[in-house]
Every structure is written in C-alpha cells, then in structure tokens.
C-alpha cells in the first residue's frame, strides 16, 4: 500500500531515485556530510583571515574606518602595508569560505583579494557601525538616569 502510494506520487524516476538513495544511503550521507564540515572548517578559516585583515587595516590608518566609502577601502588595499601573507597564516586551513558563499577559495593571494573587495569590507564597518548606534541607543533606553 505504502509502496503503491510512494511509486504513485514520485513517479518511475523519482521512485527510481529514492530505490538508488535507499541502497547507497551510506556513502552519500557521508560525502554530504563532509562537505559541510568542509564547509565549516572554510568559514572558521574565514573568520580568522577577516580578523587579521581588519588588525591590519585599522593599523595601517589612522582614521576611523566607519562610514567610508568604497574607493576609499580599494586605495588603502591597494597600499603597500597589506601583508597578505600575516593574513593567510592566520589560520593553518589551506582553504576558506565566505559567508553565504557555498563553495571553496584556495588561500593564496589572488583568491583572497577577490574575496575580500573593497565593496565586502566596507560592509563589514557599516555593519558595526550600525551595530555600535543601536548598543548605544539600547544604553540610553536602559540608563535610569536618562529615561523619563
């Protein structure tokens, strides 16, 4: 009955499918696997190379990095005090992945100067730069003294 109602909704080849996913389950449980623990491992490498470029940024400026523009970010990448090397030893994972990127770059240089623009870096100080506005509007709401 089940398998009656199963062939009916599916189809031959979507039955088909399921009959082959069924008898190789195993093998394909485990590659799916490893690949988001690949994926994960790339997005832990990420997070450690986002940090050393953003340790190396703010230390080779002198002003503050929030709301500048893009072409301002692309002239100081440009400057010679980006040591690309710090920033891929950083983390020992021959490899990264960005967030919402579901596939894999090779850490050298060419791969992270395409992953790490311009346009991606100055997202990331306009988010903390909304993020520092709406902590301090949340300390102003929650200050006894300020509130009315």
Known sequence: MVELFLRTMLGTAGYKLLEL????ALPI???????????YLGRRSYQSMKKALQEQLE??????PFSKPETWFAKI??????DWEKVSASTKIPFFSPDNYYWFGFKNEKSMIKHFSPKRIASWYA?????????KANAAENNPATSK
């Open 127 to 135: 988010q903390k730069q909304y993020a520092q506005k709406q902590d």
């Open 29 to 39: 449980n485990i590659i799916i696997f490893g690949y988001l623990g690949l994926i």
């Open 21 to 24: 996913y069924v008898e190789h």
């Open 59 to 64: 230390k080779a400026i002198n002003k503050s």
């Open 77 to 82: 990448l440009q400057n010679p005090p980006i």
